[in-house]
């Protein structure tokens, strides 16, 4: 597994890094080579940020902790990525043997885009984030969703065709978001 380290406020150490290829290598048995992991630190006044993202054939895999050492974090975000990669274990399986999702994630295209400033208009689009609209059912977005640990989703839904929303709400249920016709 290829692992880059991307740092903000702190320079990496060696020992640090050994430390990070040594658990993710547990990892390497279900991904094999062609994985690849970013590992993002980052001190923030007297706490530390680890984001890790590990992506293969498409997959998406993303966990981000915040406490106090840099080393528990680290331990917190294997294992969230251990319990993601359970989680969805059988579903993808199912679903890939079902022939369902060929290309189950696109790689997403972030472009920082330059906004007119408009007489009339107040807002400050910070980013734009363009997503692939390939059509699926609403559970291959709520897998999506959960995989790239967001609150929403934006999807083409192949029943409809239309362009909906899942979302996961406050009591741990999800929704969906369809446009009305009226």
């Excluded at 994985?35 to 007297?46: C, I």
């Excluded at 967001?150 to 406050?170: L, P």
């Amino acid at each position: 597994m290829l692992i880059n380290y991307i740092s903000k406020n702190v320079n990496l150490k060696d020992n640090f890094k050994v430390m990070v290829e040594k658990k993710l290598s547990k990892f390497d048995r279900l991904f094999g080579d062609s994985a690849s992991a970013t590992v993002k630190v980052a001190v923030l006044k007297n706490r530390q940020r680890v984001e890790i993202t590990i992506s293969n054939n498409g997959m998406i895999y993303r966990s981000e902790c915040t406490t106090g050492e840099m080393n528990d974090a680290v331990d917190k975000c294997i294992v969230i990525l251990g319990r993601q990669i359970r989680k969805n274990k059988t579903k993808l399986g199912r679903r890939l043997r079902e022939g369902s999702i060929d290309e189950f994630i696109a790689s997403e295209l972030e472009a920082a885009a330059d906004v007119d400033e408009s007489d009339d208009v107040d807002y400050d689009v910070y980013r734009i984030k363009k997503i692939p609209m390939k059509p699926m059912n609403v559970d291959e977005a709520i897998l999506r969703m959960n995989m790239v640990d967001h609150q929403f989703f934006m999807f083409t839904n192949a029943d409809s065709g239309q362009i909906n929303v899942v979302y996961k709400r406050d009591d741990g249920r999800y929704g969906l978001l369809e446009p009305d016709e009226d």
